[in-house]
């Protein structure tokens, strides 16, 4: 792993800060920080983190309640299929991340949440063939879409960067 970070750390770029070095039976993902998302993906699969370098946030909605999961250097954590989640890194952090192939009709989401009452906003759909891009896309969309961001509950407009963020 080093000798990897170390001749292509320049491949974790934002906003997702993720690279696939593997995508068969399985797919292994390294993934860097910082970045700053305030999306929770959604797949039918289960994922597993394990931490390399550093500590990250793992922002899950469990049974409809925000949570928060620390995972510190050294540690691993499988996150259950179909669970909200929003994996926040910072800097000089690296992760990897094992995803199992999504079965040909299923379908990613994308859900960003309003940070001041809980309501969904928005939420972006698709049949993954390219998770890095297609996130990427999806957030940007959802930047520029300055309507679409606006909380039809509250009103307040959807925050693109995290708030009250603290590294575990």
Not at 8 to 25: A, M, T
Not at 82 to 102: K, M, S, W, Y
């Amino acid at each position: 792993m080093p000798k990897w970070l170390e001749e292509n750390s320049h491949l974790l770029k934002p906003p997702i800060n993720n690279y696939c070095v593997y995508n068969k039976d399985v797919t292994v993902m390294i993934v860097g920080g910082p970045n700053s998302r305030t999306d929770y993906h959604i797949n039918t699969t289960a994922e597993w983190f394990y931490q390399y370098k550093g500590s990250m946030l793992l922002k899950v909605v469990d049974d409809g309640k925000h949570r928060d999961i620390p995972i510190r250097e050294g540690e691993m954590f499988l996150l259950p299929p179909d669970t909200p989640h929003n994996p926040i890194r910072f800097a000089d952090t690296v992760g990897i991340v094992l995803e199992q192939p999504r079965p040909e009709d299923s379908v990613d989401t994308l859900r960003w949440y309003c940070q001041n009452c809980g309501e969904i906003v928005h939420e972006a759909s698709f049949h993954c063939t390219d998770l890095g891009s297609q996130i990427k896309d999806a957030v940007n969309a959802f930047k520029d879409d300055h309507d679409g961001r606006k909380c039809k509950n509250c009103g307040e407009l959807a925050d693109m960067v995290p708030r009250n963020v603290v590294q575990p």
